[in-house]
């Protein structure tokens, strides 16, 4: 089955500087890759996602991009608040079904 | 709301008690997941249901654990003779899928087992 390694597994960064989160899949074909947002007792919840056949999408803050030739993709979170403290998970899915990284815990420090 | 909704959030049941667990999805979603996760892990695929139909189980689901959805809507996942390594979050999801382009899983607040 697929496997998905997230990197790093904790992040601290200073208010307003850029955070990245790393993952690599093990399966060619997957074919879809959100990230989630997991803050403290709730839900994880979709915060962007990209598809196959294309390499990069953003969305305000947040940028996602996809290398399909090394089975990477990262995160990227720009200008960096308190309220982006949180767990973020990455995954790569396969006939509509889902393989989550590990997780990366992100604290943003005022 | 008309979120994915779980039911109990919380369970704490003694070592060889049975537990049972409800999801209701989203009324309008063909696909319901459940997924575990433990402290420190990402959610990990339990199984999933198309409709009525249960289209797969990972080897993570020892023939203690059962899932049902019986008439295509809300979904029970029960756990017999629990063991102490069974204690996590567990974790219901639906989604829509029309062969199309994979779209949003939707998550509920998850059921926390706790095993003495």
């Known amino acids: 089955g697929e496997n998905v390694e997230q990197h790093p597994s904790t992040l601290s960064v200073q208010e307003g500087d850029s955070a990245v989160i790393k993952c690599t899949y093990s399966d060619s074909a997957s074919n879809y890759f959100p990230w989630y947002k997991q803050e403290l007792g709730k839900r994880p919840q979709l915060i962007i996602d990209i598809r196959s056949n294309v390499g990069e999408k953003k969305d305000q803050r947040i940028a996602v991009t996809l290398n399909k030739t090394a089975k990477h993709f990262s995160l990227h979170i720009t200008e960096t608040q308190p309220e982006d403290s949180a767990v973020y998970f990455c995954a790569a899915s396969r006939d509509y079904k889902l393989s989550f990284g590990a997780g990366t815990t992100v604290t943003v420090r005022a | 709301d008309t979120g994915v909704s779980q039911d109990p959030r919380h369970k704490i049941t003694k070592r060889g008690q049975n537990v049972t667990f409800r999801c209701d999805p989203i009324s309008e979603h063909n696909r319901l997941y459940w997924y575990r996760q433990t402290l420190g892990q990402g959610p990990e695929f339990l199984t999933y249901?198309?409709?009525?139909?249960?289209?797969?189980k990972s080897r993570l689901l020892s023939d203690r654990f059962s899932a049902e959805r019986p008439k295509g809507s809300f979904s029970t996942l029960e756990i017999q003779r629990t063991e102490q390594g069974d204690s996590a979050m567990y974790l219901c999801?639906?989604?829509?899928?029309?062969?199309?382009?994979?779209?949003?899983?939707?998550f509920g607040e998850g059921s926390r087992l706790t095993v003495l």
């Open positions: 999801a639906s989604s829509l899928v029309t062969g199309g382009p994979e779209r949003e899983l939707f």
């Open positions: 249901f198309q409709n009525e139909a249960q289209l797969e």
